[in-house]
């Protein structure tokens, strides 16, 4: 796959699997009550967090998996899995009934969790970084997948910042159509991390 393809499938996966529309009425709810200038601290800490716990992943996941005795190919096929399983969270709104099961009261801190773990940087956001690195051509297309997490945190931020007029404007329907829709695009690249893992394997050209 050419370097620049490659970047813009790395960018799309991330943002899918990340969701940061789909995150905007869990942030509103989890800091109901909350003054603006708290809800940014949240925020940004929210996303340093989860951006530091995907950077290590993305630098070391291959290395753990090569302790354990787990090879890419492996991992690709079993990372595709997981994200067709998101994708189907997606698809039929169990994704957004379980992070909504994840509230907490507007008194504590949900920066860490569930905001940034497992909201942001999921399962699935851990195993794309793991994926997205392993496939990547080189250093440059390593920087380039840790330039493009950072871009997307960056997108998520900027999202939870302007949650109240983007949940006035989208509104209950308008969330859920963009969530099936990202649903969609995921369940394909999904499909995509299969096939490319069963190829490594050696058992199709």
Same mark, same amino acid.
């Given at each position: ?19 940061p529309p789909g995150l905007v009425p869990l942030f509103i709810a989890l800091t109901q009550g909350m003054s603006p200038e708290h809800r940014r601290r949240l925020a ?33 096929? $079993?990372?595709?899995? @997981?994200?067709? #399983? *998101?994708?189907?969270?997606? !698809? ?6 379980? %992070? ?15 905001l940034a773990i497992p909201l942001i940087a999921g399962p699935g956001a851990i195993a794309t970084m793991i994926l997205l690195v392993g496939e990547a051509p080189g ?7 840790? $330039?493009?997490?950072? @871009?997307?945190? #960056? *997108?998520?931020?900027?999202? !939870? ?6 949940? %006035? ?37």
């Amino acid at each position: 796959m050419p370097e620049s393809a490659f970047l813009i499938t790395a960018f799309a996966t991330l943002f899918v699997v990340i969701d940061p529309p789909g995150l905007v009425p869990l942030f509103i709810a989890l800091t109901q009550g909350m003054s603006p200038e708290h809800r940014r601290r949240l925020a940004l800490r929210a996303c340093l967090i989860a951006g530091f716990l995907l950077l290590i992943f993305g630098l070391a996941g291959e290395s753990i998996l090569g302790f354990v005795g787990i090879t890419m190919p492996a991992f690709r096929i $079993a990372g595709g899995i @997981l994200l067709f #399983l *998101t994708a189907l969270d997606m !698809l039929f709104e169990r994704r957004t009934q379980r %992070r909504e099961g994840q509230k907490t009261e507007a008194d504590h801190d949900p920066s860490v969790f569930p905001l940034a773990i497992p909201l942001i940087a999921g399962p699935g956001a851990i195993a794309t970084m793991i994926l997205l690195v392993g496939e990547a051509p080189g250093w440059p297309g390593t920087l380039g997948v840790l $330039a493009l997490m950072a @871009l997307v945190l #960056l *997108t998520t931020f900027l999202f !939870l910042l302007a949650s109240p007029p983007l949940e %006035r404007l989208l509104g209950r329907t308008g969330t859920l159509v963009i969530t099936r829709l990202l649903g969609m695009l995921l369940a394909a690249l999904s499909v995509q991390f299969v096939i490319d893992g069963v190829k490594g394997t050696g058992l199709i050209g």
